[in-house]
């Protein structure tokens, strides 16, 4: 069993935060939402409420196996322009631990150079503000570069959490999921 942390930024996209922590949890992981704001509930970005475990400034101290950064525009902004995510998002790449982030969120991978010289994919909608900052953008639904794990958006989030739970467990692990679903 592995601990994941899921991000949760107003303006997420509800598919993305949600499906991949439910694959996650239907593989046998911890899920912990947490709110980036002081609120456990936030608005998503079809204006959705997103509930959270806690706060992001109440597990500061831990550690997870993956860091999961949900896109949406509003979410994306957040997480880059975020110091604490910024640290957590460099802090876990730098300890050798997944970092995954799909559809605009890879735009917290720019101020900190996080994606110099790796692979990635993105929304292609926001693929002209990450490429210049990465070694390749590849029009992939899911793309793992080490410890990076980058994929499109809503349409890929099933696949990505069924590579996280490939990475955290087994490729058997992942498909018993892909099966039940």
């Keep these: 069993m592995a601990f994941a942390l899921v991000i949760v930024a107003p303006g997420a996209e509800e598919i993305e935060t949600i499906a991949v922590a439910d694959v996650l949890v239907r593989g046998g992981h911890t899920v912990t939402m947490a709110s980036s704001t002081n609120l456990t509930t936030v608005l998503g970005s079809r204006g959705l409420p997103l509930a959270a475990h806690t706060r ?29 995510i910024q640290d957590l998002a460099e802090h876990q790449l730098a300890s050798g631990r997944l970092l995954a982030v799909i559809c605009a969120a890879p735009l917290a991978l720019v101020p900190r150079r996080l994606c110099a010289g790796r692979q990635l994919t993105s929304f292609p909608g926001v693929r002209a503000e990450v490429e210049p900052h990465c070694g390749a953008w590849l029009n992939e639904r899911v793309v793992r570069d080490r410890n990076l794990i980058t994929s499109q958006g809503a349409g890929t989030a099933i696949e990505l959490g069924l590579m996280l739970v490939e990475l955290l467990g087994s490729r058997a692990a992942a498909d018993q999921v892909a099966d039940t679903m």
């Design 56 to 84: 992001l400034d109440d597990i500061a101290a831990k550690t997870f196996d993956v860091v999961y950064l949900p896109g949406g525009k509003g979410s994306a902004d957040i997480c880059r322009d975020d110091p604490r």
